[in-house]
């Protein structure tokens, strides 16, 4: 019997919203290691699919397995405990908290026995300090290191962006879902934040993005999968892609040649 590698597996999963069929028969695997390109038009369900692989929405059919397990009947929660973790299309930072605080969510969403383990007397403290410590890496790791102190809801918006995927980052994910991590972001932040997907991935994070940007995801991705009204209409290497007919004509148009 063949026993699948694959570190996320999409099989033939529809999405339906009352009438309107978001996803159809949508089937994908993803490698150890690989990072992965979701592209398409506004509307072919590449949103839609981030959110049925992290639980925020119900399959019509199909079924979605991480490390060979079946994860679709699994709650959000649950999932991230498995070794998922996700950014959305706008920054979704805690406004009141600095940066520390921010990051330091990241490491109990993954880990349930922080809480208990704090309670035990002497603990507490060891604690705090290992993981103030642990969170300022990850800042360092984004660039946002010195700002460690600094509220996140005075970041401008492409700091606020880097500061989701630290915060991903530190439950140290298996799959990182990422939805549009460079929307809005300037040059340099791109390319710092393609270097940080890039180190992720050198510490065994998978990694699936949808993103508009072209170039980014044509330089980034080792794979891309392609969405056209909830079908994947193509998969493939970055040469492939810009060369199939299909994702010409649905999406990427005669500039694209």
Not at 64 to 75: M, T, V
Not at 131 to 140: F, G, V
Request: proline content about 4%.
């Amino acid at each position: 019997m063949h026993v699948s590698t694959a570190v996320l597996e999409v099989q033939d999963v529809a999405v339906h919203f009352g009438g309107v069929m978001a996803l159809q028969g949508v089937s994908l695997a993803i490698q150890p290691g690989e990072i992965h390109g979701l592209i398409g038009p506004n509307g072919s369900g590449k949103t839609t699919l981030l959110n049925a692989v992290s639980g925020l929405v119900p399959l019509t059919g199909g079924q979605i397995k991480l490390q060979g397990e079946r994860i679709d009947r699994l709650a959000t929660h649950v999932r991230v405990r498995r070794g998922l973790a996700r950014t959305f299309q706008s920054a979704a930072t805690f406004e009141e908290l600095d940066l520390v605080d921010n990051v330091s969510i990241g490491f109990h969403k993954s880990d349930r026995h922080s809480f208990w383990r704090a309670s035990v007397p002497g603990v507490h403290e060891r604690l705090r300090m290992a993981t103030i410590r642990r969170a300022q890496e990850y800042l360092d790791s984004v660039g946002l290191g010195p700002m460690a102190r600094t509220i996140a809801g005075s970041l401008p918006y492409g700091q606020q962006r880097m500061l989701d995927v630290a915060r991903a980052q530190a439950g140290e994910p298996t799959l990182l879902l990422l939805d549009e991590p460079v929307a809005g972001l300037n040059i340099g932040e791109m390319a710092q934040t393609e270097a940080l997907i890039r180190r992720s991935r050198e510490h065994g994070v998978t990694v699936l993005l949808v993103e508009h940007h072209m170039r980014f995801v044509m330089g980034l991705c080792d794979r891309i999968t392609v969405l056209d009204f909830g079908l994947a209409i193509a998969s493939g290497s970055a040469s492939e892609i810009q060369s199939d007919p299909k994702v010409i004509e649905a999406y990427l148009g005669t500039k694209h040649r």
